[in-house]
């Protein structure tokens, strides 16, 4: 992991990492000599009354602070450019894998996981360059420079600020131990409250519905009380730690003024040096602090790294293929498939037909019997354990991925639609596609009226998910996309089992539309959607039980005819009685 990291995502800003490790090194030089000048104003101007060579002194420091502030001030430019420069690299990396991902990695983890994954472990790699490494290596340069600084002017002054360090060390384990787990349960507590609170808000016309507002508010109040009371015991200890801490520093002063009184009377320290000292005691033990926060910091960030690792790292089984089909010309054969989402539990058995260009034909069968499968595996969202799949006589394994999907449709039941206008819906985003083309298209499969009654037309924005229309109206955009894309080969998933009989008219005109003169193979529950389909084939425990069209599929009186008698039956009169 640590290579991978070194050679993708620091050696390529390398120079730049110099820079800022050298605006650092500065930096903390700069911190702790300032209380070095601050000693030659009291002593090289006050003390002496030299009023020029004061005004010099003063003037040295102010140069120093100029200096100090103007290192800092680079150093956070040059880190917070580095930093979003990687982490614009790490989440386009991050991206591009989740795209090539296969359909089966990408479906086992939620998007919620993949969103953490892109979004939120990059950052934290963003926080660890940009700050938690910076925060570490300047604290510890610091406590380097003022122990040097500190032991040169005066060893035993010095010994009065290191001898306490072993106590604060040890009081910030057990803050580590104690308090910080505090800290991160409130943080888990506060995810969960605000999952939640999106919950209830989205199903707040349920809970309503069953009079549930009580028990839901309960709820909710237990998890904020359980919140309060983690919260409150580290808040309080964090703040007892500070108050010690705050203590212990006064305690020093104190035994500085005292040892240095009698240094100054025998000689051995300038006024200015025991202020410079009473300084470092307010800065010393700050650095402590930050190198304990830093560490956990550091931890959490090569956690996150690990897991972006894992994700950049993960091997993709289906690998594209370098042959291109331009034009579908002869049709698409399967040849003995036989297929298993899990070893031993088989979806399709042994599955051939061949599907002649420009024929519509039609899967139909009970639920789980391996249709939607089919869709699948001729869009290589899997690859088969057994037999061939081919187009034009080319198997798909060999085909470049981007060329085969290319040239299929997909409608499905379940149609996604962005938070975008009604025209980047249609054309995905490719500006290539004119808004005439788009229009032309509307107009040919009778949908422009309905969209130029939506309030801004093509350029309305739709919700999340197409929130401000009708399944039916959705439905429509998708076989517009479908259109615009000017594919060869047309699947159908289920997109009609939940329309209206409106609209499902609308939508049959629309498709018979999109589907003449192209090659199509439509999956369906209504089975009068597919009366009209050049042949059809009943898939039944992942085979092939049945096919031909309609009319021959009725006379054989087998699987396809119970299925239509089913949908076409109502209730007997003894159930209607009941």
Sequence with gaps: MIPYLFRNYIVPF?????????LLVGNSYLTSILPVYLMKVVDGGIQSQ???RLWIMIGLYVLVFIAYIASIYIMSVVLEALGQDILIRLKTDSFIKVLNWDYKQFTSVSAGKLVTRVEGDAEKVRFFFVTAAVTLLQSLFMLIFMGVIMFRTNGTMAMLIIYPIPLVIGMIVLLQKLIFPLFKKVRRLMAEITSKITEYLNGLDII?????????FKRFDDDNKKKYFYERNAEFGWIAFFNFLFMLQEIIIAMILKSGASYIVKGLLTYGAMIMF???????FFPLINISEQISQVQRSFAAFSRVYDLHTTPVSIQSGD????????????????FSYKEGEPVLKNVSFSLPVGQKWALVGETGGGKSTIVKLLLRFYDIQEGAITLDGIDIREMNIQS?????ALIEQDFYLFPATVLDNIR???????????????VKIGIDRFISTLPRGYETNLHEEGGNLSVGERQLLSIARAMVKKADLVLMDEATSSIDPHTEKMLEKAMRILMKGRTSLVVAHRLSTVKDADRILVVHQGEIAEHGNHDALMRKRGLYYHLCQNQLAGPTQEEGEK
């Excluded at 309503?208 to 839901?216: D, R």
């Excluded at 085969?404 to 299929?408: A, G, H, K």
Aim: hydrophobic share 40%; net charge positive.
């Design 404 to 408: 085969l999907r290319q040239d299929i």
């Design 323 to 338: 042959k291109e089909l331009k034009t579908m010309t002869r049709g698409i054969d399967f040849k003995g498939v036989s």
């Design 428 to 442: 995905l985003f490719d500006k290539s596609i004119s808004l005439g083309e788009v229009q032309a298209t509307c």
């Design 50 to 52: 030299d009023v020029s």
């Design 278 to 284: 009473i300084e470092y005691v307010r800065m010393f």
């Design 208 to 216: 309503k519905s069953y009079g549930k507002e009580e028990l839901y």
């Design 14 to 22: 390398k120079w730049r990492f110099l820079l800022g490790f050298a």
